[in-house]
Nanobody, 116 residues
Framework: QVQLVQSGGGLVQPGGSLTLSCAAS????????MGWYRQAPGKQRELVAG??KYADSVKGRFTISRDNAKNTTYLQMNSLKPEDTAVYYC???????????????WGQGTQVTVSS
């Protein structure tokens, strides 16, 4: 069984920084990609950062990184704005065996609130 466990998040003032992390564990053969999404109240879930791309709204402020040895991805968020307030979810596309179908997994979500 595969799990994505997120940590980080919380309340931060505008202009502040936060780092989210997401660790994948379980019977993993390979991780094709890892990324971050967010969902604000009343809005659809949107991609924040993938392996090679960022949402226009976060470019220059957010940085995604990955530690392959730890099966962990990080999202460094700087210069946070109130409009960044949302529940953030990590995502991973994982293969459990060689040549098996890749499966989409999600973390449990973590609240990020940017407010003074």
């Amino acid at each position: 069984q595969v799990q994505l466990v997120q940590s980080g998040g919380g309340l931060v003032q505008p202009g502040g920084s936060l780092t989210l992390s997401c660790a994948a564990s379980g019977s993993i053969f390979s991780i094709d990609s890892m990324g971050w999404y967010r969902q604000a109240p009343g809005k659809q879930r949107e991609l924040v950062a993938g392996d090679t791309k960022y949402a226009d709204s976060v470019k220059g402020r957010f940085t995604i990184s990955r530690d392959n040895a730890k099966n962990t991805t990080y999202l460094q968020m700087n210069s946070l704005k109130p409009e960044d307030t949302a529940v953030y979810y990590c995502n991973a596309v994982i293969g459990l065996r060689p040549r098996s179908t890749r499966i989409n997994y999600w973390g449990q979500g973590t609240q990020v609130t940017v407010s003074s």
